[in-house]
């Protein structure tokens, strides 16, 4: 699995986790092709090599002309539509900006569409924000993991004053989120870095068991610390067990009161054939006592825009719900075992080395028994039976 470490040894921010993406080896002209689809006017990717404390690192600026807007949350992921990213990728950048717009909201007392973003609304914040998620996923990463993040010491001066560090709304962000011990003067972490990682992260500790084939290291503006001011990307394959394996998997739903049930078999069919992994519903009441359906489709994330097309031409839905899921799953084997009705498979699922469950395959048992003229359980059991007949052979072999 592709995974990904962010050692935040001296904080986060925005533009030092583009240097260490860029450091790590995400093409300069993957980040500028990104900018250039938000068209911002007069928005310019800089990126330069520079020294923070002896290391060698990347620092990125952004050049933007004067006075850019001050922007809302609707206004931010309007852009970001508009732009027309990969699902996921746009997906991503959606959640980072509406978790800035909650924490920021939380702070204020508001809704997080009325908040007047400063910070957030600036252009370079959301080519920070941007230009994370899409070089992350340039560099095919699978999990993401943080260390505890250190914040500072002192004040930080904001729009609304000198406040302290955390600012408020980056430690609204940090709600949950182990924290590093650090006595150093000023900001560490800023509001968008919190955001960016305390979002897109799967978990927060050390580094996972992996074997390292790149790093990257980004750079902060400020050069005058006790420490580097720099954020370390370790980029390797994790070193999991064959037999537990993970994936990211996306989940769709939607729920439908006006749509009857076979129409609902219907597109649960539709979706199975398109090369949704399961599909299921659930049947809810919906308001003014209505009864309805809640349908669920679990895929590959390369096939959620096919699926959701799916939904919306076979249902009555004006709405479909995506997210993102790690999903831990057991390995899975097929075996064919010999019956006195015939072959048939089994499939085998194994944590680490040792079986949990074994099951002989639906459509081959079900085929023998209208051949043979006897109860699909027969079938069934004998097969069952082979199985475990071969297993206990292999496992006496083994243990000779």
């Known amino acids: 699995m592709r995974c990904g470490y962010f050692d935040c040894f001296s904080g986060a921010a925005g533009d030092m986790i583009l240097g260490a993406l860029l450091h790590a080896g995400v093409p300069l002209d993957v980040l500028r092709e990104a900018v250039a689809r938000l068209r911002l006017p007069d928005v310019t990717l800089i990126a330069a090599q520079v020294s923070r404390g002896g290391l060698a690192a990347t620092h990125v600026r952004i050049a ?23 699902p996921l990728v746009s997906q991503r950048i959606q ?15 508001i809704s997080p569409d009325k908040v007047h973003f400063h910070e957030v609304g600036a252009v370079d914040a959301i080519v920070d ?35 302290p560090i955390p600012a408020p709304a980056t430690a609204e962000l940090l709600r949950g989120v182990p924290l590093a011990d650090c006595d150093e003067p000023g900001e560490l972490t800023t509001p968008t870095g919190a955001a960016v990682l305390t979002t897109l992260a799967d978990s927060f500790g050390p580094p996972p068991a992996m074997r390292i084939t790149s790093i990257g290291y980004g750079a902060g503006t400020r050069d005058n610390g006790a420490r580097p001011n720099v954020i370390r990307l370790l980029v390797g394959d994790s070193e999991t067990r064959p037999a537990d394996e993970e994936d990211r998997v996306v989940v769709l739903e939607t729920q439908v ?9 219907f597109a649960l069919e539709r979706l199975l054939q398109a090369g949704a992994l399961d599909v299921y519903t659930v049947p809810i009441m919906m308001k003014k006592g209505r009864p309805g359906h809640l349908l669920t489709v679990l ?10 097309d799916i939904l919306f031409a076979e249902t009555t839905t004006l709405g479909v719900r995506q997210y993102e899921c790690l999903r831990h799953k057991l390995a899975r084997a ?16 194994r944590r680490a080395d040792h079986v949990l469950r074994a099951w002989p395959e639906f459509e081959d048992c ?35």
């Open 366 to 400: 079900a085929a023998l028994a209208r051949e043979h003229g006897v109860p699909l359980r027969t079938v069934q059991d004998a097969a069952l039976a082979a199985w475990t007949e071969q297993h206990d052979a292999r496992d006496r072999e083994c243990d000779g």
């Open 299 to 308: 895929c590959r994330p390369a096939e959620a825009v096919a699926l959701e």
């Open 334 to 349: 097929e075996e064919t075992v010999s019956t006195r009705f015939g072959p048939v498979r089994v499939k085998v699922a």
């Open 64 to 86: 933007t002309g004067e006075d850019p807007p001050h922007r809302h949350l609707p206004d931010i992921l309007r852009i970001v539509e508009q732009a027309a990213f990969p």
């Open 95 to 109: 959640r980072v900006f509406t978790r800035l717009a909650e924490a920021e909201a939380a702070v204020h007392g």
């Open 257 to 265: 009161d006006d749509t009857t049930g076979q129409t609902v078999g």
């Open 129 to 163: 924000i941007v230009g994370a998620c899409v070089g992350l996923d340039a560099l095919g990463l699978e999990r993401l993991i943080c260390s505890p993040l250190p914040t500072g010491s002192g004040t930080v001066r904001c729009a609304h004053g000198i406040l």
